[in-house]
């Protein structure tokens, strides 16, 4: 692997992106995340066990991997310290690598019940969990960050204005009840050990570490699809899911970039609201949902299933000037007779497919991309020519040795 690589999803979330992560951190010296909040879900199997990851970048699970939360992120407090208690109870050591940026905006338990209440009437399909309306704070310059819990006595002025101002919306905006000054501020007080264990000036620590050669990951979460300048407004999540988003999110600027690894599926699912050119409505979409358990990390919420589509990709991969490609679920496809690919759309955006044949053999067990069946090799092939990038991975399987890499 190179120096430094950043990993991106390149479709509407849920690439498996966790499980790559995991396998190239095993070589890393650090992973930094940049982006999104704890509607993220990275679901990892390791030595049978599966782990689902929301805020701690999955290096975490690698004993000498540092592990950082840049400025980009929105942070839920509680939900945090879960992931860290359930994670150091099953003996993951948190102490002396693990980091969180002062400049993390803070979830309030006002933006979640604003989240919830809002998307009744806008049907945008949110996770509820307060992550859009902590961007908007942010945007507006009234945030609180992480940086704050220094000193709550300080900091009680001002968040009693936005606690005022948040219930205001709630009850004469959306007829919802307020929620109580003392519940928000306790909540602050009851997570302040976070901020005392791990916070951090982040963009001094990613320096350094640049400056000494160290090996690190920038990990996105969602998928580029989301991206909210980029994706399929207003259908989109609130941070930048794409490359420009690490700049912003970590303070790293581009040239430090050695690899831009873009994960998408073998298809293509969405969870939520929003246009979704090649979704299925048939026994093919039923068999996709079922042979890949597409369900939310996070949500649980079933994923809606549907072709590749490369005419999306292309624009995608420009917009994060993707250097490798790599293919998850690829043995999803293996009980298919035919697979269908969008190349382009018609005049009234409908997708123009390409079919191609299955290989009806099972493909989890294969460790080298000449010993996939050949059907399988020109499937890739296919895509790789289309986009014009090379597939440097393919992964036929949850595990972490379930993978193909090629030379």
């Known amino acids: ?9 390149l479709q509407w979330g849920d690439e498996g992106k966790g ?37 701690v970048p999955s290096g975490i699970l690698h004993p000498s991997v540092h592990c950082v939360l840049g400025n980009g992120l929105v942070l839920s407090l509680p939900a945090l310290q879960k992931e860290i208690t359930e994670l150091e109870e099953s003996g993951i050591n948190f102490t002396g690598r693990f980091y969180v940026s002062d ?41 609180i960050r992480f940086g704050d819990l220094q000193d709550l006595d300080k900091l009680q ?29 306790d909540e602050l007080r009851n997570h302040q050990s976070l901020f005392q264990k791990f916070h951090s000036g982040t963009q001094d620590l990613l320096r350094s570490w640049v400056k000494e050669n160290k090996k690190i990951i920038f990990e996105g979460a969602q998928g580029s ?22 700049s912003t999110g970590l303070g790293v600027g581009p040239k ?10 073998a298809y293509t699912t969405r969870v939520g609201e929003g246009p979704f050119a090649t979704e299925l409505f048939d026994a093919n979409a039923d068999q996709l949902a079922k042979v890949g358990h597409e369900f939310g990390a996070t949500t649980g919420r079933p994923r ?24 998850t679920k690829l043995d999803v496809l293996d009980g298919f007779t035919e697979i269908q690919v969008c190349v382009d759309y018609d005049d009234e955006q409908n997708p123009i497919y390409k079919t191609l ?28 020519g289309v986009l014009d990038c090379p597939v440097g991975i393919v992964s036929v399987g949850p595990s972490r040795d379930q993978t193909i890499y090629r030379a």
């Open 157 to 185: 002025n001002r968040l009693e204005k936005l606690v005022d101002y948040h219930n205001k919306i709630l009850v004469h905006l959306y007829d919802a009840e307020p929620i109580p000054f003392q519940d928000v501020m």
């Open 103 to 143: 400049d993390c905006a803070l979830i309030l338990p006002t933006h979640i019940a604003i989240d919830k209440v809002r998307d009744k009437s806008e049907g945008i399909g949110t996770t509820g969990r307060g992550i859009g309306p902590a961007y908007e704070d942010k945007v507006a310059r009234r945030a």
């Open 357 to 384: 044949p299955g290989w009806k053999q099972e493909t989890s067990g294969i460790r080298h991309f000449n010993d996939l069946p050949q059907a399988a090799q020109d499937y890739i092939i296919f895509i790789e």
């Open 256 to 265: 430090y970039l050695d690899t831009i690894l873009g994960i998408t599926k």
């Open 225 to 246: 699809m989301l991206d909210i300048d980029h994706g399929t407004y207003p259908y989109v999540t609130s941070s930048s899911t794409t490359a420009g988003g690490l």
């Open 19 to 55: 499980k790559i992560v995991d396998a190239l951190a095993e070589n890393s010296e650090a992973v930094c995340r940049f982006q999104g909040g704890h509607n993220a879900g990275h679901t990892l199997k390791v030595d049978g066990e599966q782990k689902v990851l929301h805020l």
């Open 1 to 9: 692997m190179s120096k430094n690589t950043l990993i991106l999803g």
């Open 304 to 327: 809606r299933c549907g072709w590749l589509d490369l005419k999306a990709l292309e624009t995608i991969v420009f917009i994060n000037s993707v250097t490798t490609l790599c293919i």
